[in-house]
């Protein structure tokens, strides 16, 4: 191969309209070299609201194929798909291949120079041990986050795979993240994208892989919760003084991280080619809109009388219950559409995909509020003791993602393309032909 390696960071739905703000007010400067020379442009997918997921973007940045072609609609249900994505596609041709937690992602076979995937899919990974072990800790981390639940054998993992992992380079931002994320929760998302892209440098630079990605996703986090605190939001709603400090500014910390992540790939890697996608952008939320997760599934489900044989909590709200036939799941799927508040309003959103239920806890608001809750007509009083707050919604999805890449130049960047077209331009981009894409 006589094309430059490539390295993919993908920055999940972080808004490239922001990041113009915050270079305005003099911030980000790795991300204004890049932009000025480069520029960037607009990729498009669906149109349909309840399809604009990145579990579902990033499967179709992956494949090249959309919604409708790839079929693959919840997080973590990439395992049961046979699809190749744009890793298989340039292993066949030779290319060496990477990647870091890239979303509803799968491995396939050890021919990878690394794989870890996402803390919500269930696939195969391909690391030393040290850094298998730091992404168990990082999982349990992140699937606990809403009740801040940390395992002392994950502390443990954490603490020894970050020693042996984390770059020198990096040891001030972290002392800060870690002394200062009691009074800044979101630091500890920042934390684990540090670490994250750390794990990814040395990797990169151990095995020299010519294709490789990362995937960052605190923004996501972070924008969903705190948009609102932004100084370049300019809109009505505020969050409550409860629920952090007025002089704070969570984006401009991970938009921050972030720019530090792109100036130390380029500085490491100075001959390799960077593209930079986001899937899809958030925008403002418009409504006073409360997330909860249930502090612990099973026992929630045994209470209300639902018979399961597993059931698996995915990002924030979501969890994935599995049945030993098709009645009980479609039995379970009438308790659980029949819970509601005491003043009607229904607590969950359930999706019956024969014998397991995709389930979301979508009631939107206080849940202090709720005198009581009934499920299948059985009346409970304790739903403030059974769900832990996870946030107020600020920000919401946008099916316009951004694109950079550093191989072309401000003026030759296309204003706007489909987000499946990606894999097209990273195939053009190594020179290689005859994949047969849509």
């Not at 703000?21 to 991300?31: D, K, T």
């Not at 993992?157 to 009074?183: D, E, V």
């Not at 919760?225 to 709603?237: E, L, V």
């Amino acid at each position: 191969m006589n094309a430059p390696p490539i390295i993919f960071l993908e920055l999940n739905e972080v808004n490239f309209k922001f990041v113009d703000s915050y270079i305005e007010q003099g911030h980000l400067p790795n991300f204004k070299d890049f932009f000025s020379v480069h520029g960037y442009s607009e990729t498009t997918s669906e149109t349909d609201y309840e399809a604009l997921e990145p579990w579902i973007q990033w499967v179709t940045a992956h494949t090249g194929l959309s919604l409708n072609e790839h079929g693959v609609f919840r997080l973590g249900d990439i395992t049961s798909y046979d699809i190749k994505q744009i890793w298989e596609h340039l292993a066949d041709q030779g290319v060496s291949v990477g990647a870091i937690s890239p979303m509803n992602a799968k491995c396939r076979g050890e021919s990878w120079d690394f794989f870890i995937p996402d803390p919500w899919t269930s696939t195969a990974i391909v690391a030393s041990p040290i850094a298998r072990r730091m992404y168990q800790a990082i999982a349990q981390i992140v699937n606990d986050n809403a009740q801040q639940r940390v395992s002392p054998g994950s502390l443990l993992n954490l603490a020894i795979g970050g020693a042996l992992t984390a770059l020198p380079s990096s040891y001030p931002a972290y002392f800060n993240y870690i002394t200062q994320a009691r009074t800044k929760p979101w630091f500890k998302a920042i934390f684990l994208d540090l670490l994250l892209s750390d794990l990814f440098l040395r990797s990169v630079a151990k095995k020299r892989t010519q294709f490789a990605t990362l995937f960052l996703n605190a923004a996501a986090h972070i924008q969903h919760h705190f948009m609102f605190s932004s100084t370049i939001y300019d809109g009505p709603m505020r969050n409550p003084e409860w629920y952090i400090a007025p002089k704070h500014d969570p984006l401009l910390d991970v938009y921050t991280a972030y720019d530090r992540i792109l100036g130390r790939t380029r500085a490491r890697f100075p001959q390799s080619r960077v593209m930079l996608a986001t899937g899809l952008h958030q925008d403002p939320h418009s409504d006073v809109t409360f997330y909860w997760r249930l502090k612990d599934h099973a026992n929630f489900l045994k209470k209300i009388g639902v018979d399961f044989v597993t059931v698996e909590p995915r990002m924030s709200r979501d969890f994935l219950v599995t049945f030993d036939s098709f009645s009980t799941a479609a039995t379970a799927e009438v308790f659980l559409n029949s819970a509601q508040s005491d003043q009607g309003t229904a607590l969950f959103e359930v999706d019956n995909r024969g014998q397991d239920l995709f389930v979301m806890l979508t009631y939107p608001n206080d849940i202090n509020d709720v005198g009581h809750y009934v499920v299948n007509g059985e009346i409970y009083n304790d739903l403030i003791d059974e769900v832990t707050f996870v946030a107020i919604k600020n920000g919401c999805h946008n099916g316009i993602g951004y694109f950079a890449d550093s191989g072309l130049i401000r003026n030759a960047a296309s204003l706007q393309f489909a987000l499946s077209d990606i894999p097209k331009r990273i195939l053009t981009a190594l020179q290689l032909r005859g994949v047969p894409w849509h």
